[in-house]
């Protein structure tokens, strides 16, 4: 089965296994084109491994309304693959030197390679996606590219400004993440055939749990195990990125707060030890926790609209799961 | 009118002028999106101006079938946005200074930015074209993006490398410059309702227009003033990018060439110098000359089999000044 899954995922899984294995070798055997170096890099990349949770989505979306072709597995490895090539320029404009316990592609083989195999993985994903034959689909894939883009061109030039809303946060995220997990459930489902008010709850339902899963991401940061998370505690912070967590310590603490204190003066190390304790010994963890609960709901409760069955059953056991990765 | 365009280039696009205003306006009035800095950044890049030959391709090739709806003003700002966003994210990989005589995106403003910039207007592009609501062109865009991206890959793993040969050469310019404008060309016959037999005269067109395009430029590197090209003669070759003029030396000329010489010790200005004096007075010029004007007979070859009119005349007139650009 896959690298990247714990036994959690495998169960969730289990309905669309085989498909999943599907999208997995698509990925893997991305053209053998005559482009030198192009294959040993495509396979670093997807050697990280990772959940596939996005694929996944689209997989089990596409599943309430009987038999169908193929083209949910092509969306899904279009979707997988504009995943990965946001991933390798974000870490390219981040300079990032980890991600998931291994150099990134920019710090590995430095930012032109990086720039170049970003662009190629992005050209592949749309190559993909266009193979589902299907309008509608590649349409909301192009607008999800341009929202996704946006997301980050807004998180890079809010970077160190301490003026940033919980609101500006939300519009944040909802672009740079919750973008693609509704367009994986989204696209999923209307390529599997479902009626408008089903396409609309799983879309809804795939916008939720991008936010819930973006929110866990940024309250991770500032707990995790250093070398299971692939980089250090507070690296949001360190790079100036302000999330839900600290943004809200902004709003709480006007005065005398250390969070504003670091954005001025990155130099003293003390500012930062003090952001990170007071993330922690203040309400924001929990305030931000009830948030993820809350976006879970309501995925929960977009799901009420849908058939039961096996896809209904895991998609639920993912929202749990999405809640349950912060503890 | 347009600001980067000649005398003879307005004479040119006389049938279309009207549409290309309105792609001009169109590429100018991207998003209003609510992020700060990317309406400054793109004014930025459309304000170096450029030929918009590619876009004029579209709209002409659109234009011998009748009446049509707007959809190739859509793809021709889709098309336009698609070479915009290549230019800036190349500049950045081959680390170039100046484009047209202005500092490049990346040298400006760092290559953060410079790929940020270009994913979006990446993601611009695929949005316009998919508006045109054709699958078709679309699946063409995307097929383009490809071989683009691996016409660029393709290129960056063989600098410096002294065994490249006029096929690879061929292939890299194929893939990087003539796809797109094959692309622009075929999509513009396919939306104005050319039959097949014409769409792939067009289509051939465009390709040849491509190659004849690129090589004219890789002349022209050679040879142009420093200030009016916006680089210094040689840069190509500066930067361990092979050119028809430069491979041909290495095959024409397997001992004591100065090419080789300079590709083993960059350090060694004598040989750059030797270099660029044995491109002059070589055959080579005259040579790679000689292939453009057989590409540019190629495509006046393709636009017979299609009714007489104004778009043609133009068409038969832009290869005229795609084989003059060089004298």
């Known amino acids: ?31 053998e084109e005559t482009v030198p170096n192009l294959k040993m890099l495509l396979d670093y990349v997807l050697s990280t491994g990772g959940k596939r949770i996005r694929p996944a989505m689209t997989l089990l979306a596409s599943d309430f ?29 981040d300079d990032s030197v980890m991600r998931r316990g291994k150099p990134t592609v920019s710090h590995q083989w430095g930012n032109h390679v990086a720039i170049l195999l970003g662009d190629y993985v992005f050209s592949a994903s749309a190559t993909w996606v266009c193979d589902t034959g299907n309008l509608r689909v590649v349409c909301r894939f192009a607008e999800t590219l341009r929202e996704l883009s946006t997301g980050q061109i807004s998180e890079y030039f809010n970077n160190y400004n301490p003026e940033q809303t919980r609101q500006g946060y939300q519009d944040r995220i909802s672009r740079k993440t919750a973008s693609l997990f509704r367009t994986a459930a989204e696209c999923g489902a209307i390529l599997g055939g479902a009626p408008e008010p089903q396409i609309a709850a799983l879309s809804n339902y795939g916008f939720s749990m991008g936010i819930a899963f973006q929110i866990v991401d940024d309250l991770l940061d500032f707990q995790g195990d250093p070398v299971e998370m692939g980089k250090p505690v507070g690296s949001d912070l360190m790079n100036g990125i302000l999330t839900l967590p600290t943004i809200m310590l902004l709003e709480r603490y006007p005065t005398d707060n250390p969070v504003a204190a670091y954005l001025k003066d990155r130099t003293n190390e003390r500012h930062l030890d003090r952001a990170l304790e007071m993330v922690h010994n203040s309400g924001v963890v929990a305030d931000c926790y009830a948030e993820v609960r809350e976006y879970c709901a309501r995925g929960l409760r977009e799901l009420e609209s849908l058939p039961p069955c096996e896809a209904r059953d895991s998609l639920q056991a993912l929202a749990e799961y999405v809640r349950e990765r912060y503890r």
């Open 65 to 93: 309304y009987g038999p169908q072709d193929e083209s949910p597995i092509t969306m899904a490895v279009g979707i997988e693959l504009l995943h990965l090539a946001t991933l390798i320029h974000d870490d390219t404009v």
């Open 1 to 31: 089965m896959l690298p990247g899954l714990d036994e959690r995922t495998i169960t969730i899984y289990a309905p669309i296994q085989s498909r999943l294995q599907t999208v997995e070798t698509r990925l893997r055997s991305l053209d």
